[in-house]
């Protein structure tokens, strides 16, 4: 079976920096998107990793470890658009089917 | 570019009722899924369509879901008849290629009283 655990709720001023784990446990991994989903909106796209390491995308970092089933999303210099929900998701073996955690709601303060 | 349009976006019926929930991939997407949030829990992937055809349907609940996607566009997705734990948000996604970034819909919000 598969499991991803996210944290459900983090708080935070403008201006910070905001880091989101998630840990996995897979039968099989090919990689991690992280998405986020505005309350009633669409999931959206906003970083795909495969390989270990970090990847930047503007404000919003991803990062990888294979070995230890761990990734984090980096969201700095927070707006209060930020406030989402974001969500991680591993594609399987067969590479087209998306296992998501619960989400983790990001709650931006002035 | 149009996006995933789904339709309706909300749903009220009662238990017994049948539904049935639209969704329009983005143009030229072969492949188009279906997920469901369930209240409190994680999005679950329903099945995957590659043009008309289902290549993956292991996450259908039951034989009271059933999907179609006749020509290859447009997909629809009916519960018949509609229980109590259907309640949730189906959202549909289409990708140009299989396992590549999936475009999501806003979802259609399913309440089954």
């Known amino acids: 079976g598969q499991s991803l655990e996210q944290p459900s709720e983090v708080t935070a001023v403008e201006g910070a920096i905001v880091q989101i784990n998630c840990t996995y446990q897979t039968s099989g991994f090919n990689g991690l998107f992280w998405y986020q989903q505005h309350a009633g909106e669409a999931p959206t796209f906003l970083s795909y990793?495969?390989?270990?390491g970090l990847e930047e995308t503007g404000r919003f970092s991803s990062f990888l470890s294979r070995s230890k089933g761990y990734s984090y999303l980096l969201l700095k210099e927070l707006q209060m658009k930020d406030s989402a929900s974001y969500l991680c998701?591993?594609?399987?073996?067969?590479?087209?089917?998306?296992?998501f955690g619960a989400g983790t709601t990001v709650t931006v303060r002035a | 570019e149009a996006g995933v349009t789904q339709f309706p976006s909300h749903s009220v019926i009662e238990k017994g009722q049948t539904v049935t929930l639209r969704c329009d991939p983005i143009s030229g997407h072969d492949n188009l899924y279906w997920y469901r949030r369930v209240m409190g829990k994680e999005i679950k992937f329903l099945l995957h369509?590659?043009?008309?055809?289902?290549?993956?349907e292991s996450g259908m609940p039951n034989n009271r879901f059933l999907a179609e996607r006749t020509g290859g566009t447009y997909s629809t997705l009916k519960v018949q008849p509609a229980e109590l734990e259907d309640s949730g948000v189906y959202f549909c996604?289409?990708?140009?290629?299989?396992?590549?970034?999936?475009?999501f819909g806003e979802g259609s919000r399913l309440t089954v009283l």
């Open positions: 996604a289409s990708s140009h290629q299989a396992g590549g970034e999936l475009f």
């Open positions: 369509f590659v043009k008309e055809s289902k290549q993956d």
């Open positions: 998701a591993v594609t399987l073996p067969d590479g087209y089917k998306l296992s």
């Open positions: 990793n495969v390989l270990d």
